[in-house]
């Protein structure tokens, strides 16, 4: 990678990665005139239940099938060959380490905002990088919202929000769909829901139920 470059990293458990994930990461790279946008799965996310996500290598190789027809959009698999917990913090460090003068932008959707202030760091991440908040449908976008009373003064001076067109869309959901034999097309790119079926996935979703 070029030096004097903007990234965007969108960093998930993509446990499977969804057309929602793909329009945030779309809608910034060009709003915020990014020059490529890198998809990082989190092999271990801090703040999931590690018990009921997907084997790492599936969740990456659904990112890569989703995103084989854009060429702005890439993947890397820094968290995964990480051990221990896939903190953000550690991931802008590695990347500012490695090609200096890049500059960062991390998406994140509205409701990872509102635990944003227990995230690793957080500080020196602030430091690092800037966020980009795209709304997700159910979060509203009022500062004053009771929903961020935890987010601390500071972190809105380096965050942008997007708003993008509202997909209520979520992997969980996408999940507890499979596993009732529910369709899920169009909710992903075909590529991901021809892997999901031929590889029998979410086909135990521990417990969980659909309502
Ligand atoms: N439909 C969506 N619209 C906007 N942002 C989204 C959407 N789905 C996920 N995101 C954002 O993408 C990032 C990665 O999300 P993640 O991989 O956890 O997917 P998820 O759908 O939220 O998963 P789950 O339902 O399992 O919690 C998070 O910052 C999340 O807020
Ligand atoms: O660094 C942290 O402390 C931290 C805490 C929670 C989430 N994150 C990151 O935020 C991204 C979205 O997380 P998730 O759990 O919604 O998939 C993913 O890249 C996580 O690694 C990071």
């Known amino acids: 990678m070029e030096t ?3 990234i965007g990293i969108l960093g998930g458990t993509f446990d499977p990665i969804h057309n929602g994930h793909l329009l945030a990461a779309e809608w910034a790279r060009e709003d915020f005139k990014l020059d490529e946008l890198i998809f990082i799965p989190a092999a271990r996310p801090p703040h999931k239940d590690l018990q009921g996500i997907l084997e790492s290598n599936h969740r990456y190789r659904m990112v890569e099938l989703a995103i084989e027809d854009n060429p702005d ?25 490695t090609y200096p003068g890049i500059k ?5 959707g509205i409701d990872a905002l509102q635990i944003i202030y227990t995230w690793k760091d957080l500080d020196r991440l602030l430091t690092l990088c800037r966020f980009i908040v795209v709304t997700r449908p159910g979060y509203e ?3 004053n ?3 961020f009373q935890s987010v601390p003064a500071e972190i809105w001076e380096r965050i942008e929000f997007l708003y993008i067109p509202a997909l209520e869309i979520s992997s969980s959901d996408i999940r507890r769909r499979v596993a009732v034999g529910k369709t899920v097309k169009y909710l992903l790119p075909s590529q991901v829901e021809k892997y999901i079926k031929e590889n029998c996935l979410y086909q135990d979703i521990n417990g969980e139920t659909y309502e």
């Open 4 to 6: 004097g470059r903007t």
């Open 73 to 97: 959009f890439s993947v890397s698999p820094i968290e995964l060959e990480r051990a221990g917990y896939s903190y953000t913090v550690d991931t802008i460090t590695h990347y500012l380490q």
């Open 104 to 108: 960062i932008y991390f998406i994140i």
């Open 141 to 143: 976008l009022d500062k």
């Open 145 to 147: 919202a009771a929903c």
